[in-house]
């Protein structure tokens, strides 16, 4: 089963080809996995091919087209803050290059022909597709108003994407993640960056000044549970439902209740290293994440992180494994 | 100020060509009237400017660009069963020629610098973003789950322009159009056809053969009625809203009622001129229509025909005024 993975040199898919190459299947099934980046990708293991290039470029497509996969993880997306930078970017890559791929998969199946299951493609999305202020608790109804324009291009997806399953020419799985962490050190163009960088400082023990109030709350999930989700959502059995959107379930933790997490698990003096600054902008988006009704999330086996020390250790600890966690979610 | 109608050749577009036209003004502002149409227009009133092509070319859009227009009727689009059939074309004409104007009509508007509100864009979206079947009854928070490509790259466009709109670099405000009575009676790839030629059957004393049963219920509205609505939405004060998209208010009325009021109206025997042969796909979709919470669009001042005579009458006749209605709305 050819699986591709989009975006595969960001942090999200890089994170994801490590868990589905040290696999080497779905379910039952063996892969041959495609990593395709609009970078130069690393070293990649044995096994792993690469398409480098323009996901909205012809040449990539036509080979992406060529090898017709079966699964397709799409990730690739230029992010939040840099989004909002640069509209024109983000309709380029992170709408158009997302609609030319579900034709291009879509293309690629059906000119196999025979009876074979449409592609399933996993999609990528973001829970910015909600607005704010968000309602008391976020659930499947909830309406969607995008207030940034990452979410706006995002949710456009979602819908096209929607409409490829309802004609039967993929089956399509929109996951709206939460901020994941723990990201690299580096500047990602996420206003939401701060959640790695605590994670981070606390662990090495240095000092940080953090842009939301103790008291804010967020959604938390590590890359390494959010890779099992995106799998998990391959798999899961969606053929019922009437959304073709989930959001994840996730561990709703004040800034303070992760600080004292970190101080746990890491010997440290969270509470002395961390100095409160909250700017507006931020804790408006991101201090008042409401509880999420995610019921129908659970009902699927998505799943979030488990506890706060089992997000903290997966997080910061690539070699973690959860001695309490099924063979299946390894 | 300038104001540009595309799908000027259409429909509605045309309806609403003349209303703008015999108005000469919207609100109080005198009006310079462009119309686009990827057909060559008939033979339009003096003072109205044609602009012929493809509204997805680069040609069409400089010109666009270069007049710059202060509020944009787009009402262009490949109705709901041809976007069906050729989902391509629908991608193409449906969703990226409406991003692409939503784009030049913005970078217009900054060019010309100065702090002036920007365009004003009222955008013909359609109920069909809602899916099926309908909840009892459907309100502003429905959740949208398009059953047909036209309505998903519809709601896709709505996403669009809202993000524009809170960007402040448009003025967007989407109306979901119900089916319009009456076209006229020639093939137009929509499903809804049934709806107008029923119409123009029993004016003109002729049997018709029904697709639906005469307990269908459908939302209803003439053409008239509808560039009126598309008018006054240009107008209405939507700074405080929290949507950007809008269901018109409708009058509910079964088969049978409307086929009474068609006999009342053109002494008629519509009852035995009518057979009923139900289809069930069109019946599905088009014959089980709820009662509409259309409260918020009333509040706004958007309005229906007010009675099923009015209907029939502002919908085949051409010449009808309400004696009834304010001189704002004739």
Known sequence: MRVLVTGAGGFIGATLLRLLHARGRIGERPIELLAAADQRLPALDAG??????????REVRSRIAA???????????????????????????????????????????????GQAAPPVVVYASTI???????????????PTRPPMTYGAHKLACEVVLADYSRRGLLDGRALRLPGIVARPRAPSGLVSAYMSDVMHALKAGESFTCPVGPEAT????????CAQNLVHAALMDAAAEAERAWVLPVLRLSMAELV??????????????????????????????????????????LRDDGTATALVR??????FEDPHEAPAWR
């Open 48 to 57: 792993i091919a690469a398409i480098e290039g323009d996901l909205g470029s």
């Open 260 to 301: 004292q997490t970190l101080s746990q698990s890491y010997g440290v003096d969270g509470p002395r290293l961390v100095r409160y600054a909250p700017q507006p902008a931020v804790q408006a988006v991101f201090g008042r994440y409401p509880p999420l009704d995610d019921r129908a999330a659970r009902a699927l086996g």
């Open 218 to 225: 967020a959604w938390w999930m590590s890359a390494r549970r």
């Open 314 to 319: 997966r997080a910061l600890e690539p070699g």
């Open 128 to 142: 910015a597709v909600y607005g704010h202020p968000l309602p008391e608790v976020v659930s499947p109804s909830t």
């Open 67 to 113: 090898l017709a996969p079966d699964v397709c993880f799409h990730l690739a997306a230029v992010p939040g803050g840099a989004a909002e930078a640069d509209p024109a970017l983000s309709r380029r890559v992170n709408l158009d290059a997302g609609l030319d791929l579900f034709e291009t998969l879509a293309c690629a199946a059906a000119s196999r022909g």
